[in-house]
T-cell receptor
């Protein structure tokens, strides 16, 4: 079964700082990759996804992620964070060709942006 | 287009009871998945339904079951509730494949 590891459980940054959240997965086959965000009091929202093609994908609100197959990584980045980016971020993976295990999520990273 | 809706939003049950949660997917979506979210285990996949059939299943005991109706609405049932079943139960829908899912607000279940 696949697993997802998010390196940091809590990250605190100041506004305008650059952000990089690490995500590694373990699965030898082909996968689809996702980042979801959960703002305080709101439900999980899809931030961006990678299925195939250009390994650098852009999502909503200025976020982007790079898929590095050789490193089994899908790190999330944003050049300049805002206070409104305070949220819980989840990396997720699903096997292509069946999805028998559903989405496998990392434990999440709680991001706090200080004004 | 309305998002995924879940009812009820909050529920308190006693150990040993059973509970049924409901999920209405986004209009046109035929796949519905269920997840359990707890502080200790995080988000874990329960099962997925497509066209009224269970298509995928996670690693949960048989006390957790579900079904899907012809209008794609889904219900999840947990029998003989245990304290450890206290969690946020999330429903997610997608068009056809399970790959791109949209989540509802969840049902917060507390077992006492």
């Amino acid at each position: 079964a696949q697993s997802v590891s998010q390196h940091n459980h809590h990250v605190i940054l100041s506004e305008a700082a650059s952000l990089e959240l690490g995500c590694n997965y373990s699965y030898g086959g082909t996968v689809n990759l996702f980042w979801y965000v959960q703002y305080p009091g709101q439900h999980l929202q899809l931030l961006l996804k990678y299925f195939s093609g250009d390994p650098l994908v852009k999502g909503i609100k200025g976020f982007e992620a790079e898929f590095i197959k050789s490193k089994f990584s899908f790190n999330l980045r944003k050049p300049s964070v805002q206070w409104s980016d305070t949220a819980e971020y989840f990396c997720a993976v699903i096997r292509r060709g069946g999805g028998a295990d559903g989405l496998t999520f990392g434990k999440g990273t709680h991001l706090i942006i200080q004004p | 287009k309305a998002g995924v809706t879940q009812t009820p939003r909050y529920l308190i049950k006693t150990r040993g009871q059973q509970v049924t949660l409901s999920c209405s997917p986004i209009s046109g979506h035929r796949s519905v998945s269920w997840y359990q979210q707890t502080p200790g285990q995080g988000l874990q996949f329960l099962f997925e339904y497509f066209s009224e059939t269970q298509r995928n299943k996670g690693n949960f005991p048989g006390r957790f079951s579900g079904r899907q109706f012809s209008n794609s609405r889904s219900e999840m049932n947990v029998s003989t509730l245990e304290l450890g079943d206290s969690a946020l139960y999330l429903c997610a829908s997608s068009l056809e494949s399970i790959y791109e899912q949209y989540f509802g607000p969840g049902t917060r279940l507390t077992v006492t």
